[in-house]
């Protein structure tokens, strides 16, 4: 009887089948331009067909000094959403993880991007990027995303949102150790990391009236990924990698 055997080659299947979907990019492409120019006031996001499909804005010191805000806004320019960021450095080891609210982030000091530390030593500290408001249904930031250095290895990002349901959806992702790039993975507690994205430098043609390819940024996510909140996620980290030499 051959059933042990057919079972050890129907597990090294699905194995094989499960790695190969991990490692096959999502099909569905936004692009940004690697050169960061802020000639228009934002940077554009490109859809995969070259048009746009999105606009990234950094308001520095707003509303008030040592804040700076991160507009997404549709191909349009019609704001979407925005958040907030400041830099923290911890005080003691514990480290803030993806799911505790904002009211825990205590015992740290904040260090905004144009303080002389930010360009150098505070790339090194953790960041995070809130939306202004709570939201009703539990007292959490309606978007949050967080940077967490991890000094020269390479910084890991979590980001969660209150998702049109009233549920919340979090987020990681996994930066590579020698690029800005990486994967993005669905977060469930008791359940496995879903891969839903991917974040990698191409060399392809980006836009329409372009007709050379370009480096780009590119986001490759699955079917019926969070597009909003990954495509603000690619924008922040396109950008941290651009202020900071340890994060490219």
């Known amino acids: 009887m051959q059933f042990p055997g057919a079972l050890s080659l129907m597990t090294l ?14 099909p569905n492409d936004y ?17 995969a067909n070259g048009k746009d499909a999105f606009r990234y804005g950094r308001d520095k010191n707003q509303p008030n000094s040592g804040t700076n805000r991160h507009r997404l806004m549709d191909g349009s320019g019609n704001q979407l959403f925005e958040v907030y960021s400041v ?21 740290t000091r904040c260090l905004s991007s144009d303080h002389p530390l930010q ?17 009703s249904e539990d007292q959490l930031a309606r978007r949050r995303y967080k940077r967490q250095s991890r000094g020269f290895s390479a910084s890991i990002w979590y980001f969660n949102f209150l998702d049109s349901s009233g549920n919340r959806q979090y987020y ?5 150790q020698t690029n800005k790039g990486g994967r993005i993975y669905k977060t469930v507690r008791g359940k496995d ?17 372009n007709p050379r390819n ?5 986001l490759s996510i699955n079917d019926g990924a969070p597009l909003p909140e990954m495509v603000m996620l690619m924008a922040l980290v396109l950008i941290k990698s651009n202020d900071c030499w340890n994060d490219n």
Not at 88 to 104: C, K, T, V, W, Y
Not at 214 to 218: E, N
Request: a negative charge; aromatic letters at 14%; charged letters at 25%.
């Open 13 to 26: 299947l699905v194995s094989f089948a499960i790695h190969t979907r991990a490692v096959y990019p999502p």
């Open 31 to 47: 692009l940004m331009s690697d050169h960061v120019d802020w000639t228009n006031g934002y940077l554009s996001v490109y859809s």
């Open 87 to 107: 830099s923290h450095i911890a005080q003691f080891p514990g480290r803030m993880n993806d799911r505790e609210p904002l009211s825990e982030t205590r015992s």
């Open 119 to 135: 360009a150098n030593e505070g790339c090194l500290y953790d960041w995070e990027y809130n939306s202004m408001f709570r939201a």
């Open 172 to 176: 990681k992702f996994n930066k590579n």
């Open 193 to 209: 990391d879903q891969l839903e994205g991917l974040l990698r430098g191409q060399h392809r043609r980006a836009w329409e009236g």
């Open 214 to 218: 370009v480096d780009v940024f590119t």
